[in-house]
Nanobody, 123 residues
């Protein structure tokens, strides 16, 4: 069982920045494709960003493209989400996700989920 632990959420004003981190217990972290999802109150969970095992390939939801950056450190077993120019509509619980196959992340059904971290953007 892969465990994922997120950190870095909090309250920030519109236009500000936050960096989320997600650390995995999986010793072969470099074999995992990773992603970030979010769920706002009253809405379904939605895809935010994903990254390939080697960190070279990334893909973003249109709503965050140009503002958010996903990256990973396979030595530290950690994936990051740098969020800049935050907007009130970015307010949500952010979840880290992992899969041994990217295909499951691409259909929003990753193998493993973190517990989530709250991000609140005030106007």
């Amino acid at each position: 069982q892969v465990q994922l632990v997120e950190s870095g959420g909090g309250l920030v004003q519109a236009g500000g920045s936050l960096r989320l981190s997600c650390t995995s217990s999986e010793p072969t972290f470099s074999t995992l494709s990773m992603g970030w999802f979010r769920q706002a109150p009253g809405k379904e969970r939605e895809f935010v960003a994903r990254i390939t095992r080697n960190g070279i390939g990334t893909f973003y939801a249109d709503s965050v493209k140009g503002r958010f950056t996903i990256s990973r450190d396979n030595i530290k077993n950690t994936v990051y989400l740098q969020m800049n120019s935050l907007k009130p509509e970015d307010t949500a619980i952010y979840y880290c996700a992992a899969s041994f196959s990217m295909s499951t992340i691409m259909i929003n059904r990753p193998d493993y989920w973190g517990q989530g971290t709250q991000v609140t953007v005030s106007s």
